[in-house]
């Protein structure tokens, strides 16, 4: 064959190698005379579910599923035979025998089975339906629910799709399960459920080992819609959701679905023990996270097994007590953390009495206490601690005034790492064998990783020990290079700052004060002194751990800390010009920043942000956009500053659930309705910022002029943009007397009415933003957000 019919069959060849590897029957039916292996597949009459053979990602297993035809990421919705895998799919067979769908595995051995009893074989038929339930009817044209002599719906796996019940059989007492899968790569039951509560039917609860309940859903309000406990659950009506209770004698039972059909959603048990309400993006191709019950992982119970604990504020949520290690290190590298910890030297106990061998304790400081604990009678820690190791079973014990002596015994399940700003200080003592204290090596490392897993700043403090070191005899006296950060001391920027004199105060917020500072070589920095203790230290960390290591033109550095004590100090470089907020709503009339300098300011802080949110090796979120954070050097370049509330989102992630953290005003409409993430909330506020820009005046600000009336100003804005032939001049700065760049005026608004829409999805990314404003990418009329029309 040429080389042009070669050329000329390539896209055909592609076009083939790009289809999926299943092949459909070409129906939706498996009648007695049908059998399905290998590829083959049946599909729901309109196209919306898939069913055949699937292999998780990282399994050589192989599974009977439904899954969603129009999703491109495999999702499935049911698993058949969860528990009992096949490995060759060409020699198993899925069919109708003796009135039963049977799965028969490569020794034609039966190995799942819808189990029930037909008066007539010839003539049953399973069939999927448009609405994923997988039924078994006796006859093609039995279509009622009635007939169905076994349906898929009665058997749910882990995925709780629209159309199917959730429910409680008020006559066998028995709650049907959403049940989690083992692991991402394991389908069968794992440890957490989703059922009805059977004391108050109309709520819902998450179960681990279908014994210990540890969140609830509240009851079901049928007039807001909503359960009293998810409050997020509003926000799915905009998505016109309708959320049914029903209860008769026999069941109660909860079902929903959408009003727009085409809507493609999802309601899953998750193996992280929460439920996760995610919908299908077709733009994106991707599920967009709604919003996760229990909001935080480490209130699933359990989740890190025996002796593990949970930290939400570390990268890694689940780590070992001193003295133990993963039962499994495959399973904890896959994140599949239930398997828990267990010793590394067995206890010694009654062998070691009088021996001099005796087991000892260690302490974990900032632990939230295990479940289950025991009342002791004892008058003192010490007595406490004799009572525990008196008993062999006692795994650990806890002192305090408020609740005596707290003793454990027994595996160890549901530890919490607690942070330094919570309020409460507990101290559980671990009971480990002699042999971890026998050596002077071994008593070192205990020290050390009990330190490590109390404070969770090891890698931190490692890094700043060793900065300390390496610039501690040329902390003045030598000139950093660029990028270089140092450890001053605390007399150092002391006497910089005329020891932290009122003349030479920048400011002063809710983290403490700014001073300007002057090094002997002339050079200037300006000095955040951080205040308080249990505060000052969580935005000490957080601001150095993060901008200490990122260098962009339109970001604020850091050219230094200190670290003595409760002394945390940060040092700047200093901006002469302040912040933005000083220059658009407190200028005088003579000092009013132009156009030109306003538009280079909004597309430098859209450049910092977007290198925050793409260039970063951890996606980093500022989460407080605004412009009191954006200060203005000589040259009124924008530097993106005050990065206490910011987080980092490993690339792996596409979101983080958090707390509220925020200016109001500026927060995303996801910040308030408690669901995780993305970097699209600083898109929101970044969008808040510009209408400021383009106004001069706060979005919030009420207008008593009765030129300019009382109206929400962004709603102003979004108005005028939606309007053909919108009136955008009437929107600037009076102060500017209409110098302005019409072009560059509309394209601003334009844009921030895309950054501040209701729905994430909508926004652009800062990348986009910054191609937006420097003209390279078009942008289309935006809708009027939602939140604005109300």
Request: charged share 20%; glycine share 6%.
């Amino acid at each position: 064959m040429d080389t042009n019919k070669i050329l000329c069959l390539m896209p055909v060849i592609f076009l083939c190698l790009s289809l999926e590897s299943y092949v459909s029957f070409g129906g939706d039916t498996i009648s007695v005379n049908q059998s399905l292996s290998g590829n083959q597949t049946i599909v729901s009459a309109a196209g919306v579910f898939q069913l055949g053979f699937f292999t998780p990602r990282n399994s050589s297993n192989y599974y009977i599923a439904i899954w969603y035809k129009r999703v491109s990421q495999l999702t499935t919705i049911w698993v058949a035979n969860r528990e009992k895998p096949i490995r060759d799919i060409y020699s198993s067979v899925l069919k109708i025998s003796d009135g039963n769908l049977v799965l028969f595995n490569e020794s034609q051995v039966p190995i799942w089975s819808t189990n029930i009893s037909s008066t007539n074989s010839t003539s049953v038929v399973a069939v999927l339906l448009d609405d994923g339930n997988l039924v078994l009817r006796d006859g093609p044209n039995s279509s009622t629910i009635l007939l169905y002599l076994w349906q898929s719906f009665d058997h749910p796996a882990h995925n709780w799709i629209p159309g199917s019940k959730l429910s409680f059989n008020k006559r066998t007492n028995q709650s049907q399960r959403f049940t989690s899968w083992k692991s991402l790569d394991d389908p069968a039951p794992g440890l957490f459920s989703l059922e009805l509560d059977p004391s108050e039917t109309n709520q819902i609860i998450i179960v681990w080992n279908r014994s210990i309940q540890y969140w609830k859903s509240g009851s079901w309000d049928e007039q807001r819609e909503s359960f009293s406990l998810v409050p997020e659950m509003t926000m799915l009506s905009s998505y016109n959701l309708s959320f049914s209770y029903f209860s008769n004698e026999n069941e109660s039972y909860f079902i929903y679905s959408f009003y727009n059909s085409s809507t493609i959603t999802q309601n899953i048990m998750d193996v992280s023990g929460q439920i996760k309400v995610s919908t299908w993006l077709d733009d994106s191709k991707e599920w967009s996270l709604h919003y996760a019950q229990a909001r935080k992982q480490c209130e699933v119970y359990a989740f890190c097994g025996a002796f593990g604990i949970c930290n939400d504020k570390s990268i890694q949520f689940c780590n070992c007590l001193t003295g133990f290690e993963p039962t499994s290190q495959e399973d904890w590298n896959q994140q599949v953390y239930p398997g828990g910890c267990a010793r590394k030297s067995k206890l010694e106990c009654e062998n070691a009495v009088g021996n001099g061998r005796e087991d000892q304790f260690v302490e974990n400081p900032r632990i939230g206490f295990p479940t289950n604990p025991q009342h002791a009678t004892a008058n003192n820690i010490m007595g406490c601690k004799l009572i525990c190791l008196k008993n062999c079973s006692c795994s650990a014990y806890a002192y305090d005034n408020n609740n005596g002596c707290l003793i454990w015994t027994g595996d160890l399940f549901n530890l919490q790492q607690l942070g330094e700003d919570d309020d409460e200080v507990k101290t559980l003592h671990i009971r480990l064998a002699y042999s971890e204290f026998s050596s002077p090596t071994n008593k070192k490392k205990l020290i050390i990783v009990a330190v490590a897993v109390s404070s969770g700043l090891v890698l931190l403090g490692l890094t700043m020990f060793i900065i300390k070191r390496r610039w501690r005899t040329t902390i003045i006296s030598t000139n950093p290079t660029e990028n270089s950060l140092m450890a001053f001391g605390y007399k150092d920027l002391q006497k910089a700052t005329n020891n932290f004199s009122e003349t030479e105060k920048l400011g002063k917020g809710g983290f403490g004060s700014v001073f300007k500072g002057t090094f002997p070589d002339g050079s200037l920095i300006a000095v955040k002194k951080l205040e308080g203790i249990n505060q000052g230290e969580k935005q000490f960390r957080t601001e150095v751990s993060i901008v200490g290591v990122i260098d962009h033109v339109n970001l604020i550095r850091l050219r230094g800390f200190c670290s003595e004590g409760s002394r945390k100090l940060l040092a700047y470089d200093y901006l002469p010009n302040g912040s933005l907020d000083k220059h658009l709503f407190h200028a005088k009339d003579s000092q009013v920043l132009d156009w030109k300098t306003r538009y280079q300011i909004a597309l430098g802080a859209a450049r910092g942000l977007a290198y925050l949110h793409d260039k970063c090796r951890d996606t980093i979120i500022h989460c407080d956009i605004k412009p009191e954070n954006i200060l203005l050097d000589a040259d009124f370049c924008p530097k993106v500053a005050d990065f206490r509330l910011a987080k980092l989102v490993g690339r792996e992630f596409s979101r983080v659930l958090t707390t509220l953290r925020g200016t109001m005003g500026y927060l995303a409409p996801e910040w308030i309705s408690g669901q995780a993430i993305t970097p699209k909330a600083d898109v929101y506020s970044y969008g808040m910022m510009l209408l400021e820009i383009v106004s001069g005046r706060r979005n919030f600000q009420v207008q008593h002029s009765e030129d300019e009336g009382t109206a929400f100003f962004p709603a102003t804005v979004a108005i005028q943009v939606s309007t053909e032939g919108g009136d955008v001049l009437s929107l600037l700065d009076s102060r500017l007397n209409g110098n302005v760049n019409v072009e560059e005026l509309s394209r601003i608004c334009t844009v921030a009415c895309w950054c501040i829409q209701d729905d994430e999805i909508q926004r652009p990314t800062m990348s986009q933003v910054v191609q937006i404003l420097e003209g390279v990418l078009e942008v289309s009329q935006p809708p009027i957000p939602r939140f604005l029309q109300a």
